[in-house]
């Protein structure tokens, strides 16, 4: 049973544009949402996060939007920038400390 | 700044050796965890360790055990490597603000690309 998903395996954006990735849950416990973006041959790096008392958080060109009743949430990037081309994971952490991931989107964002 | 770092970057090992994989974190971090990432599967957790000698089961745990006798240091183990452990091996950290509850984000390592013969 896959309680994060992310259904879209890759998305491809025009640079400018904005990115949306998104992220679908089934576990009502999760209480904070964090995305992550891994290059190639690095680890993942923390991006942004949302507490799920509330319904955006936003810094800089991303903002991450969480609809508790849809159990969703989704991460815009704008304007997408080629250095933006990364895979970005979705996580959910519930009270008990660890994360539960998605399966990643891979973005790649073209000149 | 804030570092995790790896033992190895690429490892082979053949089938049944016993196999280390080494973890280090600078932060004074409670909380460690190992994942291992296989395309279209995303990151899996392991094992995680809330404190020194503690450890608790993650999602996929067989095949695996994990040792931390010091605080910056968590250790996965592998007693008896099989081909389908082939995969990246990431290694990750975070803090503790209250008790067990962890709210911040974790840091992870570059990861080890372990490849069984």
């Known amino acids: 049973d896959q309680q994060v998903k992310q259904n879209s395996p890759s998305l491809s954006v025009q640079e400018g544009r904005i990115s949306i990735l998104n992220c679908d849950y089934t576990n009502s416990m999760f209480d904070y949402f964090l995305w992550y973006k891994k290059y190639p041959a690095e680890g993942p790096t923390f991006l942004i996060s949302i507490s799920s008392i509330k319904d955006k958080n936003e810094d800089g060109r991303f903002t991450v939007f969480l609809n508790k009743s849809a159990k969703h949430l989704s991460l815009h990037i704008v304007p997408s920038q080629p250095g933006d081309s990364a895979v970005y994971f979705c996580?959910?952490?519930?009270?008990?400390?660890?994360?539960?991931f998605g399966d990643g989107t891979t973005l790649t964002v073209k000149p | 700044d804030v570092k995790v770092t790896q033992s190895s970057r690429y490892l082979v090992k053949r089938t049944g050796e016993k196999v280390f994989l080494e973890c280090v974190q600078d932060?004074?971090?409670?909380?460690m965890f190992w994942y291992r990432q296989d395309p279209g599967l995303g990151l899996r957790l392991i094992y995680f360790s809330y404190d020194v000698k503690m450890k608790e089961k993650g999602d996929i745990p067989e095949g695996y055990s994990v040792s931390r006798e010091k605080k910056e240091r968590f250790s996965l183990i592998l007693e008896s490597a099989s081909t389908n452990q082939t995969s990246m091996y990431l290694c990750a950290s975070s803090s503790i603000r209250t008790g067990i509850i962890s709210y911040n984000e974790q840091f992870f390592g570059p990861g080890t690309r372990l490849t069984v013969l």
């Open positions: 932060m004074d971090h409670e909380n």
């Open positions: 996580a959910a952490r519930t009270n008990a400390g660890k994360s539960t």
